[in-house]
Every structure is written in C-alpha cells, then in structure tokens.
C-alpha cells in the first residue's frame, strides 16, 4: 500500500463513498416508488419500470445486495482513510480514532443521509434509471446472496416469521382508495375528483335515500274522467308516469308521455281502455335496495324508472336511472321548474339559509358541510318531527347537529319552510 501515490487512495476513496451512495440512493427510492405509477409506466412499455417491479417482488435479494455492498463498501472506505490518515499523520492513536470519526462523517453525510434524501424525493425517476444496473449485480452476486440468504431465511423461520406477502393485504380498501384520489387533488380536475367520491359514497346509499317521495310522484289516476287525465298529460314535466287505479299503492303499469301524447292528437275520442293498451308493467324495487346494486339491476333488466315499495308492498317513492347518476356526477337536468330552487342550498351574508321541508339531509349536508343525522329520517321534516315528538307550530326554533332550525311554516301537518341559522354563541335557541 505504500507504493500507492496518495492521489489513487483519494480517487479510490471517492469512488467507494459514489459507490455506497448509489446503493443507498438506489435503496431508497426502490422501497418509496409507487408502485401504481410504475405499473402505468410498466404498461406502456417502460424498460426501467418493468425492471423495477421485477425487482420489487424480490425485496429480499434486492436488500441483501445492497446491504452485502454497502457493508463491502463502507470497510473499504474505512480501512483507506486509515490508511491516508497514517500515511498524512503517522501511526498514533489519536490518529487513527480521527481517521474513524472522519470516516463516520463522510458515510453519513456522503453515502447516506444525503443519497437517501434524494432517492425518497424522486423515487420513481432514480428506480427507473437505477434497476437495470441492479438487476445485472443480483445476476452476477447470485451464489453470494444465496448463500446469505439461506442463514437468514433459518433465523426467520426459527423465529416464525412469514416473509410471504398475502396480495389481499396488498390491495387497497374503499377508504384507502379514496384517500388516494383526495391526495391525487393536483392532478385530477375537480369535476372528475368530485364523481370518483360520489361514485365511492354509492356503496352505502339506499335507494330511498335518493328516490321521488310517495307525496311528489306525478302520476296518473285512471278513475279521474278522462278530461282530467288528458290535462294531466299534457302539462306533465316527465317522459314516463305511473298509472293507477284509485290510490296509489294500486299501480297498474308506467305511460309512456310521447305515445300518450300520440294518442291525443288523433281525432277519435280518447278513452280509458286505449291508454291502458298503451301500459307498460311496472318495475318494483325494495326500498331498502343499494343505489349501486340498483343501478346494476336497471343494467340487466333493461329499465329506467322503478317504484319503489316497503315490506307491506306500499309505495314509497319513485326513483329512476337518472337519479342514480346526478347522485354520482352532480345535477344535471331539471324535470321541474321549482325543482333546481327545492335541492339548493347555501348560506346568505347573514349566515341564514332557507329550506323546504322535505330538502334531503344529505343534500344539505353535501352542499352546506354540515353533519346531520342521516341514520334516522331523511328530510328536514321528517327530522323535525321526530326531534319534538310533534307537529310544531310556528315559530319554534331548535338546535340539532350545530344548527339551529327555525320553523317559519307548517302546512298540512308537515313542516313546509325552515330557516337554517349557523350556530353562534350570540343567538339563543329553545331546545325542543
């Protein structure tokens, strides 16, 4: 070694600490790549990325490599600086114990903490371009990882641990996933973010969370004269109407408008018996079906508008195709006039919002940010009513969820108009 300019052991040493830093450097970035980018990449063809992931389901002789080479590595550097340090300083203990230090110094900073900072900020990048060297040292380090990996693989069994990775732990729940698309914020528009949460949030609402109510269904009462009928029809805001026979819980079929409408412009004169030729049978759905498994069913059988019954076969509401997909993609026609106005909801400069009361909770809670109850009752009625245990008369006010309720009008024994406050420590409120 003496016969070693000192220039060489300098340059040797360099190289060693480079060497150690791309193993490091490479480590890291290995374990933080995405996985998910690089199957994209993978995909569409991306050499390194294949690489990667080859690399990836060989975690164990991967870390041995780089742990076999770091270990190599950091001894050599080691055994030069001593040998630099002698050869400056001369062989006395204080020298070698700051040769140690110096080298501890420069592993850390140089061949450590520094590479794998850099390999953690741009994981995929560095594993892309970094695997294909890797792969080829794991072929030619082969016999050497085998033969270490043999006594760590008896140490794991004899402590009666599992290296094998079940996939079911590899994949990712619906929370997770939806914890993905909120972090994914800067790359994914909002509209497209907003119908992935909604399409996530299908899983767990009920049909008659989203459905038409019993007391809004239009539809048509084949006992009304049939002037009353064709009126109906006529000034109708919907391409489909149920048809019944004296109550509703009676339904008989599903009109079709335009046929109706077919029907009207002839010059014969219209009766009962032709618009009920014109019937189509009726789709009934449990009101305790998923929106997601019922978005499915109107897949299979071909349908779009369903009436929906409870367990006594009565009507409930009516919900259709459409329904299940503005609860997904937001509103995006109006059957009705008043109907945009009804699901709306925002606060005015004074922090107050008025409501109908038959506004879906979830509808205010989507557009308001509020957390009201929706395991019980599904409009602001139906959660007034239960709250008091009766029908209030107004003006009462309560408080429910951080809100405060003011009831503004009661019609028809149901609470008609409510004005929904902030919640503020200044205003006062009766507790009903």
Not at 128 to 155: Q, Y
Not at 395 to 419: D, M, R, S, T, Y
Request: net charge negative; proline share 5%; with cysteine.
């Amino acid at each position: 070694m003496d016969t070693v300019p000192l220039w060489a052991l300098v340059l040797a040493l360099a190289l060693l600490i480079l060497f150690s830093a791309f193993f490091a450097m490479s480590e890291t970035a290995l374990m933080a790549a995405n996985k998910y980018r690089l199957r994209h990449l993978a995909e569409r063809g991306n050499r390194g990325a294949i690489t990667t992931l080859w690399l990836l389901e060989r975690t164990d002789r991967f870390l041995s490599l780089v742990l076999i080479a770091n270990i190599l590595l950091n001894a050599m550097c080691a055994a030069l600086v001593t040998v630099i340090a002698i050869r400056l300083f001369g062989a006395e203990e204080s020298v070698v114990t700051g040769a140690a230090a110096a080298v501890s110094f420069l592993l850390i900073v140089f061949a450590e903490v520094s590479p794998k900072v850099i390999g953690a900020t741009y994981p995929e990048p560095i594993a892309v371009a970094t695997s294909l060297p890797l792969k080829g040292l794991m072929r030619v380090g082969r016999p050497v990882i085998s033969f270490v990996n043999l006594f760590v693989r008896g140490l794991l069994k004899l402590l009666r641990i599992r290296t094998s990775v079940d996939p079911a732990r590899q994949r990712l729940s619906r929370e997770e996933l939806r914890s993905v698309v909120l972090e994914g914020g800067s790359f994914i528009p909002q509209k497209h973010r907003s119908i992935l949460l909604n399409l996530f949030d299908l899983e767990s609402v009920k049909i008659d969370d989203i459905m038409t109510p019993r007391s809004q269904i239009e539809a048509i009462d084949l006992e009304d004269p049939i002037d009353t009928i064709v009126e109906a029809l006529a000034a109708c805001y919907h391409n489909k109407l149920p048809v019944f026979e004296g109550e509703i819980n009676r339904v008989v079929g599903i009109l079709h408008v335009r046929k109706a409408l077919a029907l009207l412009r002839s010059h014969d004169a219209v009766r009962i018996e032709q618009l009920r030729a014109l019937l189509v049978p009726p789709y009934f759905i449990p009101e305790d079906t998923r929106a997601l498994d019922q978005l499915q069913h109107f897949q299979e059988e071909r349908e779009r508008l369903g009436i929906i019954v409870d367990e006594y076969g009565e009507v409930q509401g009516l919900v259709t195709l459409d329904d299940i997909i503005e609860e997904m993609i937001g509103s995006f026609t109006t059957s009705e006039p008043d109907s945009a106005a009804a699901c709306s909801a925002s606060w005015n400069e004074c922090g107050e919002c008025l409501l109908d009361g038959s506004t879906p909770l979830r509808d205010i809670n989507k557009q308001l940010g509020l957390a009201l109850p929706l395991d019980g009752p599904r409009t602001v009625n139906g959660l007034l009513l239960e709250t008091l245990q009766e029908i209030p008369e107004a003006p009462i006010a309560l408080k429910i969820g951080g809100c405060v309720f003011e009831v503004v009008q009661v019609q028809n024994q149901a609470v008609k108009q409510v004005k929904l406050l902030r919640p503020a420590p200044s205003r006062r409120f009766l507790v009903g």
